[in-house]
């Protein structure tokens, strides 16, 4: 048995059932904002996202360029982390 707490479902001994998964990931999508529905549409972070909107600012891309922009945006902030 399961309990609610504040909008969040607490799982009884750790574990939810189909049901009650789906029932919290419908929550999660609902609370998120447009550009985290993009982030997830993309496979993109919020940091790798703002580099490929950078990247990709004004382009038109074939879906091959944009996975490709996409990687670059990864590799770019893996790197830059790097530095730091």
């Known amino acids: 048995m399961s309990v609610l707490d504040g909008k969040t479902l607490v799982p009884h001994n750790g574990a939810y059932t189909a049901e009650q998964f789906f029932d919290q990931l419908k929550l999660f999508v609902g609370e ?8 997830v549409r993309e496979s993109l972070n919020e940091e790798e996202l ?6 990709s600012q004004g ?5 091959k360029e944009r996975a490709e922009v996409k990687n670059v ?4 902030l893996e790197k830059s982390l790097m530095i730091w």
């Open 32 to 39: 998120l904002d447009e550009e985290e529905k993009r982030g």
């Open 50 to 55: 703002a580099i490929f909107d950078l990247l």
């Open 59 to 63: 382009i038109e891309l074939s879906e």
């Open 73 to 76: 945006a990864r590799q770019l």
